[in-house]
């Protein structure tokens, strides 16, 4: 074999390695990459295996009977006989309920006059008891306790306290003077039926709230209120100008959950009032409970729920919206 040719052989030699290096390390790194997406897939797996239960249980009992009020909500049907088809009718129907009227001021009156001052008490607990005094910690449970007690047990209380004859608040009012004709009735006088949920609604709740304020206080960075003194500022200056803006965030979530929860009231209305006397205290979903659990009319009170649905994410939406606008 010639010089020449014995250097085309180890050139061509030289070329058939490489090329096979070439085509090793493309075989290497498409293992390496198939090798990624199964570890990949398999991790995906695994977290969809643990969300699986939650999301099986949701989907059968929350999800999937919302989908079928909202279809409800244009048929007729009792709970025994057939569904029929009824269009806009249940819709119509809503604008000549009285009933349904009333309930829907009366939740709008609840929301009004509860959120704002459930949202003052549960601050002014908050900062109250996030200051050093004796007992503190006995007093941060026991406001915090309505929230987790037996809401049969606080309502018979409740009853028992604003009892129009021999109720103790009533027993104050007259020692003050209060003409015993001019006694508040609370529960049992359809005038100040809703001023006792309320009352009611605001002394059950604004623990909680006061707990989550307790926690927005103690992100408050103490250098601001260092600075505060130092410019002079007195405690309600540095309420207002540092604790409150601080606290925008907590304050947000607090009505957002408040606002929903107003909306939904149902159980304290139901143990107190039973939404009477007449309609005083009739609100949206204790209208629900009535036409699908006593008239038996779960076309028409699937309708009403889906009002109740819009109405909560429109409030919901608006105060997302504003506080959005005021954030930029």
């Given at each position: 074999?010639?010089?020449?040719?014995?250097e085309?052989?180890?050139?061509?030699?030289?070329?058939?390695?490489i090329?096979?290096?070439?085509?090793?390390?493309?075989?290497?790194?498409?293992?390496?990459?198939?090798?990624?997406?199964?570890?990949?897939i398999?991790?995906?797996?695994?977290?969809?295996?643990?969300?699986?239960?939650?999301?099986?249980?949701?989907a059968?009992?929350?999800?999937?009977?919302?989908?079928?009020?909202?279809?409800?909500?244009?048929?007729?049907?009792?709970?025994?006989?057939?569904?029929?088809?009824?269009?806009?009718?249940?819709?119509?129907?809503?604008?000549?309920?009285?009933?349904f009227?009333?309930?829907?001021?009366n939740?709008v009156?609840?929301?009004?006059?509860?959120?704002?001052?459930?949202?003052?008490?549960?601050?002014?607990?908050?900062?109250?008891?996030?200051?050093?005094?004796?007992g503190?910690?006995?007093?941060?449970?026991?406001?915090?306790?309505p929230?987790?007690?037996?809401?049969?047990?606080?309502?018979?209380?409740?009853?028992?306290?604003?009892?129009?004859?021999?109720?103790?608040?009533?027993m104050?009012?007259?020692?003050?003077?209060?003409?015993?004709?001019?006694?508040?009735?609370?529960?049992?006088?359809?005038?100040?039926?809703?001023?006792?949920?309320?009352l009611?609604?605001?002394?059950?709740?604004?623990?909680?709230?006061?707990?989550?304020?307790?926690?927005?206080?103690?992100?408050?960075?103490?250098?601001?209120?260092?600075?505060?003194?130092?410019?002079?500022a007195n405690?309600?200056?540095?309420?207002?100008?540092?604790?409150?803006?601080q606290?925008?965030?907590?304050?947000?979530?607090?009505?957002?959950?408040?606002?929903?929860?107003?909306?939904?009231?149902?159980?304290?209305?139901?143990?107190?009032?039973?939404?009477?006397?007449?309609?005083?205290?009739l609100?949206?979903?204790?209208?629900?409970?009535?036409?699908?659990?006593?008239?038996?009319?779960?076309?028409?009170?699937?309708?009403?729920?889906?009002?109740?649905?819009?109405?909560?994410?429109?409030?919901t939406?608006?105060?997302?919206?504003?506080?959005?606008?005021?954030?930029?």
């Amino acid at each position: 074999m010639s010089l020449r040719e014995e250097e085309e052989a180890s050139v061509s030699l030289s070329n058939s390695v490489i090329a096979t290096d070439g085509a090793l390390a493309t075989s290497g790194r498409k293992v390496a990459v198939l090798s990624k997406r199964q570890r990949r897939i398999r991790n995906a797996l695994v977290a969809y295996s643990f969300i699986a239960p939650n999301f099986l249980g949701f989907a059968v009992f929350t999800l999937g009977p919302i989908l079928f009020a909202f279809v409800l909500a244009f048929m007729h049907w009792d709970g025994s006989n057939a569904i029929t088809f009824a269009g806009l009718d249940n819709f119509w129907r809503l604008f000549d309920d009285k009933a349904f009227i009333a309930a829907f001021w009366n939740t709008v009156i609840y929301t009004v006059a509860s959120v704002p001052a459930t949202l003052i008490c549960a601050l002014g607990l908050a900062v109250l008891l996030n200051q050093k005094i004796a007992g503190r910690d006995f007093f941060r449970t026991a406001m915090f306790f309505p929230y987790v007690a037996s809401l049969v047990a606080v309502a018979v209380v409740w009853n028992m306290i604003f009892n129009p004859e021999m109720g103790p608040v009533n027993m104050i009012l007259y020692t003050l003077g209060l003409d015993p004709k001019n006694m508040p009735g609370w529960a049992a006088d359809r005038h100040w039926a809703m001023v006792t949920v309320i009352l009611f609604g605001i002394w059950k709740n604004m623990g909680y709230y006061m707990v989550i304020y307790l926690a927005g206080l103690q992100g408050i960075n103490s250098e601001l209120y260092e600075a505060a003194d130092l410019d002079g500022a007195n405690s309600w200056q540095k309420f207002i100008h540092v604790t409150v803006p601080q606290l925008g965030p907590t304050t947000f979530f607090v009505t957002v959950m408040l606002t929903i929860q107003s909306f939904k009231v149902f159980d304290q209305i139901y143990m107190i009032t039973q939404g009477g006397p007449g309609t005083s205290t009739l609100v949206l979903v204790y209208h629900i409970y009535n036409e699908a659990f006593i008239s038996w009319d779960l076309g028409y009170s699937s309708m009403v729920a889906l009002v109740l649905f819009f109405l909560v994410l429109a409030v919901t939406v608006f105060q997302f919206r504003r506080q959005r606008e005021d954030g930029e």
